[in-house]
């Protein structure tokens, strides 16, 4: 999201033309997030009251379109685009006086703190686990590309869990304990439910942190998101995503590679799944499994999006979904406040009647709805609004201009 990198391309440092292909793949992730999203009620997972039996096929259908198209593939669009963004803003600010590295620390210092507020409200919050995370990249952006990539492809092998896996699957390991974000999250329920908007703040000051901080930990994704970072931070250096014209092979190849990797393994993925493993080896296998296909599908999502962009940049749809992406950090935050009080006890309570296909129309009326409030935002303004506040705290000035020049305006329009 812009949450890992408000600007990007030339303009990073507030001036010249941005990568429009980074802010709207940026997009297609951040519509994929907030649609599963919708369908979890924000990290809510309560069941609904017994839909009647004609929604019942459209219910199923949402939640396995949505789930396939997007769970552990949305979220991995986003890290790839955080070192994407770390490696042009650092480009960018290398060219300024003082230290880029301690700057870029202090930038997701502000991101953390804006993320803490927001995961009061949300305890899914991406943000705190994006700036925690993104520390070591001021050290680590100083390595080769073929060192990062090979660190990387050892990130998002996950061996722990590889190792865990293949104890379990041999015997040779313990059943593995409970996960503990199972029960801290369970624990987390009867408040969303039934608390007041206080109650859920509250619980959500700690509990939540703990939840989604063992979720990362005990899912592996820390691994994997750590991996692309290093992954996006190799393709932005080398400019792959501004050039495609000049590295379509590298994209055609990575396209068909993620294609061929995804018909090998989501096979195997489906075979796990209807094995009869005990509970928590069926749920260790599968978990690895279903990583190894996202990325796969990622791979065809991100190479495919990119290679067919140049065709289709100039439709309406992508210049207003690029927007979106562009003003990711406020679009990602604005849908928690408003559907998090739709969904949970202390508002509208609509988790008791909202299904996964109620859900998903709602979140994507809403997308829309983003999407050409944000380009109409971006007509008139260079940022935004979340966007503005953090860049404004990053550099430590209420001087930076957010309204476009008379000049900027005019060249805009035409």
């Known amino acids: 999201m812009s949450a ?185 329920m009867p408040i969303y439910a039934h608390g007041g908007f206080w109650d859920v703040v509250k619980a959500n000051l700690w509990q939540g942190v703990l939840a989604r901080t063992f979720w990362t930990i005990e899912t592996g994704r820390y691994m994997q998101m750590m991996g692309l970072f290093l992954v996006g931070l190799v393709v932005g250096r080398n400019h792959i995503l501004e050039r495609a014209s000049q590295h379509r092979r590298l994209l055609q190849g990575v396209l068909a590679g993620g294609a061929l990797a995804f018909a090998v393994l989501y096979p195997l993925k489906r075979l796990a799944e209807g094995a009869g493993l005990p509970p928590m080896t069926a749920y260790e296998v599968t978990n690895l499994a279903s990583a190894y296909c996202g990325l796969a599908q990622m791979a065809v999502w991100a190479s495919g999006f990119v290679l067919l962009y140049p065709r289709i940049q100039s439709l309406a749809p992508l210049r207003a979904l690029a927007s979106f992406g562009r003003m990711s950090l406020t679009c990602y935050i604005t849908q928690a406040l408003v559907f998090v009080p739709l969904f949970y006890g202390f508002g509208l309570g609509l988790y008791r009647y909202m299904g996964p296909f109620y859900s998903v129309t709602s979140g994507i009326a809403f997308v829309i709805l983003e999407c050409v409030l944000a380009h109409w935002w971006l007509r008139h303004y260079r940022y935004g609004p979340l966007e503005w506040v953090w860049r404004a705290a990053t550099f430590r000035t209420l001087s930076l201009p957010l309204r476009h020049t008379p000049k900027a305006a005019l060249a805009k329009a035409a």
Do not use: N
């Open 4 to 188: 890992s990198g408000s600007a990007s391309g030339s303009g990073a440092d507030g001036s010249g033309d941005r990568i429009t292909v980074i802010d709207a793949l940026r997009g297609t992730a951040l519509v994929g997030l907030f649609l599963l999203h919708t369908i979890e009620h924000f990290d809510f997972l309560s069941d609904v009251a017994v839909p009647p039996a004609w929604l019942k096929p459209f219910d199923t259908a949402a939640h396995d379109t949505a789930f396939f198209l997007f769970a552990g593939k949305a979220y991995g669009i986003f890290a790839l685009m955080f070192g994407i963004s770390f490696s042009l803003i650092l480009g960018s600010w290398s060219r300024r006086a003082g230290s880029a590295s301690l700057r870029f620390l202090w930038r997701l210092a502000v991101l953390f703190a804006i993320g803490y507020l927001h995961g009061l409200i949300y305890c899914g919050d991406i943000l705190t686990i994006l700036a925690v995370m993104g520390a070591p990249l001021v050290l680590l952006h100083r390595l080769g590309d073929r060192v990062l990539l090979a660190l990387a492809a050892a990130l998002l092998i996950q061996p722990p869990t590889l190792w865990l896996v293949a104890g379990l699957l041999s015997g040779t390991a313990p059943t593995p304990a409970v996960p503990v974000h199972w029960t801290v999250y369970e624990g987390l």
